[in-house]
């Protein structure tokens, strides 16, 4: 199984690292990397996490107030958001694809 990031996801992913580089040295990379590390355990161990429907599952990061949002597409894992844990909940539902 292979992990894709939506084009939203990707950009938030993106914002959230720049904006943690702002706050702290090193931050920004701290981020990233806690953020590769949850993806690579999400591809080995894709049903392990919350589910928040029958499709949608949800991992959150350690450190970091955040959720990788994903569901299963074919043979791949679909991120659907890098979503801030306190801000908006459920935002990203309308990235759902028609056959989710």
Not at 24 to 31: H, R
Not at 37 to 43: A, G, S
Not at 48 to 74: G, Q
């Amino acid at each position: 199984m292979s992990v894709r990031l939506l084009e939203p996801a990707q950009a938030e992913l993106d914002e959230a690292i720049g904006w943690y580089a702002e706050q702290a040295p090193g931050l920004g990379d701290a981020f990233l990397l806690e953020t590769l590390k949850v993806l690579k355990l999400i591809e080995q161990f894709p049903q392990a996490w919350h589910p928040l429907t029958l499709e949608i599952r949800r991992c959150r990061l350690k450190r970091f107030p955040y959720s990788v949002v994903y569901t299963l597409d074919a043979a791949d894992i679909l991120v659907l958001a890098v979503a801030h844990q306190h801000r908006k909940p459920s935002y990203w539902r309308n990235r759902i694809l028609p056959s989710h």
